[in-house]
């Protein structure tokens, strides 16, 4: 194999992080030779703009290249299921996106709208998981290789983080995450029939990742074996729904939100006893927040994703620096802020593809693979029936409830 050639879905803001990174793989020639995109237009205009040579509006042309190594989904999490199973079955390897799958009504008419707050919990929660399984048999029927993009895991805190949990031996204790902003501008973030969920889904999905991967990886240190999670406690709100917040004239975050949360909040049970906390929402202002806080019981260590003070700036105007990034969804650039050098690299994202990279083109498995993104979406929608009844959900017992 000279190069790795990718076939890219999605022209969207994903896509973008996923080809910036892409160009930075070192030691091996990679090669974007086409994009798909929902509109040609999009397709053709992204192409232009990273000079890829072939675009389309149905992706199934990527699936036809024979000279496509790699099928890189970057498009709306609804559409994730049906591009892995079609790529995997024409025997191309698959990077996917948060998240692996969920649920978005595609068992309803499809004229039913507001499915958020019509379905049952536990429905979804069972639909979820059928969707995850289809995903994992049919990846490991095909042999072909996954890298499930949690770029957490590969930021270079968490990096730390996991060769220091190496060093001291200590046990993890307990772990606290967060992802939070002031919202997502994307139009299908607004629905679940297209979203899956709302900020736990869309934001929780990375902090939750890295607590389950670096209990993962302490129980494989330790014992030769995960620390899975043994139960879930959850709570999720709408905090823009608030009659305060909605007599305000002006709104500083996203408050359209049709039947998704904008509030969530985690608490994990491990198998050994141990505890996490994870929050995501969409009601913080002041750029991106991304930590994961590591309790041993022999150290402390807490990694600040973003923002961090590798350069802290001060502008008495938001027009001092005219058109220079200094980092997303910052609401003005006047004052003090967080300036990234290199924000892609801080979150782990050039990392994440030279692993997956790496594992297709020495025929090596992905530290993120498929089984962090089904322990995810269980997770996750385990959260989700855990909120709506009130109550700790136990994993095992609703596995057990959704084999029945």
Not at 120 to 135: C, F, L, V, W
Not at 159 to 165: S, V
Not at 326 to 332: G, M
Request: charged share 25%; glycine share 6%; hydrophobic share 40%.
């Amino acid at each position: 194999m000279e190069k790795i050639r990718i076939g890219l879905v999605g022209a969207g803001f994903c896509a973008h992080l996923h080809v910036n990174s892409l160009q930075n793989v070192k030691g091996i020639p990679v090669e974007i030779v086409g994009v798909a995109a929902k509109s040609l237009k999009s397709a053709e205009e992204f192409a232009g703009k990273f000079n890829i040579p072939k675009y389309y509006d149905d992706y199934r042309y990527l699936l036809d290249d024979k000279m496509v190594d790699i099928i890189d989904i970057c498009a709306p999490n609804s559409t994730h299921k049906q591009i892995c199973l079609d790529s995997a079955r024409s025997g191309k390897n698959i990077i996917c996106e948060k998240p692996l799958t969920g649920y978005f009504g595609e068992d309803l008419d499809e004229q039913v709208e507001l499915i958020g707050d019509k379905v049952p919990k536990t429905k979804m929660y069972r639909m979820a998981m059928q969707s995850a399984d289809e995903i994992v048999r049919v990846i490991q029927e095909n042999k072909v290789k996954f890298g499930y993009a949690e770029n957490f895991i590969y930021a270079p805190a968490i990096e730390k983080a996991r060769r220091l949990i190496k060093s001291s031996r200590g046990t993890i204790l307990e772990l606290r995450a967060e992802e939070s902003h002031s919202g997502s501008h994307a139009a299908y973030s607004r629905f679940w029939k297209s979203s899956g969920g709302g900020a736990l889904l869309r934001l929780g999905t990375h902090p939750i990742g890295a607590v389950i991967h670096l209990k993962n990886y302490e129980g494989q240190l330790k014992n030769g074996k995960p620390i899975k999670v043994k139960s879930v406690m959850a709570d999720v709100a709408n905090l823009t729904r608030v009659p305060s917040f909605l007599a305000e004239s002006k709104k500083w975050v996203v408050s359209d939100w049709k039947d998704v949360e904008d509030w969530s909040a985690v608490f994990l049970t491990f198998e050994d006893g141990t505890k996490a906390s994870i929050f995501s929402n969409d009601i913080t202002l002041g750029g991106v927040i991304n930590f994961v806080e590591v309790r041993l019981s022999n150290s402390v260590i807490k990694c600040n994703i973003t923002p961090n003070n590798t350069c802290q700036v001060y502008a008495p105007s938001p027009e001092e620096f005219a058109d220079e990034y200094i980092s997303e969804k910052l609401e003005t650039k006047a004052g003090w802020n967080f300036a990234f050098p290199d924000e892609d690299w801080a979150r782990g994202y050039p990392q994440e593809m030279q692993d997956f990279i790496e594992a297709v083109y020495y025929n090596r498995d992905p530290i993120s693979d498929i089984d962090l993104g089904r322990e995810v979406v269980k997770v996750i929608y385990a959260s989700y029936v855990s909120a709506e009844l009130g109550q700790r959900v136990d994993l095992e017992k609703l596995e057990e409830d959704r084999m029945k």
